[in-house]
């Protein structure tokens, strides 16, 4: 059963920073692009970050480039969300998933969501 669980979310205020952390298990991690998705109330899920298998190559958002940082630790099954210099419009559910193509289809999974609200 794959499991990917994240935590570190919060109330924060505009400036301030916050790491996520999501765990994985049940999956050959390391095989896995790791994205971060956010959702804001009334809005469509977006895509924040990415990260490739090996960690070599990741992308932004344009709205968070040069605040957040994506990062994994394969030994450890993890992947980050740093997030520096957060403003209001940051406030969403924020959410981890794993990806990978393969012979037969697309293979993703999604965790519960980790709420992030910035708010002075």
């Known amino acids: 059963q794959v499991q990917l669980v994240e935590s570190g979310g919060g109330l924060v205020q505009p400036g301030g920073s916050l790491r996520l952390s999501c765990a994985a298990s049940?999956?050959?991690?390391?095989?896995?692009?790791m994205n971060w998705y956010r959702q804001a109330p009334g809005k469509e899920r977006e895509l924040v970050a990415t990260?490739?298998?090996?960690?070599?190559?990741?992308n932004y958002a344009e709205s968070v480039k040069g605040r957040f940082t994506i990062s994994r630790d394969n030994a450890k099954n993890t992947v980050y969300l740093q997030m520096n210099s957060l403003k209001p419009e940051d406030t969403a559910v924020y959410y981890c998933?794993?990806?990978?193509?393969?012979?037969?289809?697309?293979?993703?999974?999604w965790g519960q969501g980790t709420q992030v609200t910035v708010s002075s």
């Open positions: 998933n794993a990806e990978k193509i393969m012979v037969g289809g697309i293979y993703t999974y």
């Open positions: 049940g999956l050959f991690f390391s095989i896995y692009a």
């Open positions: 990260i490739t298998s090996a960690g070599g190559s990741t």
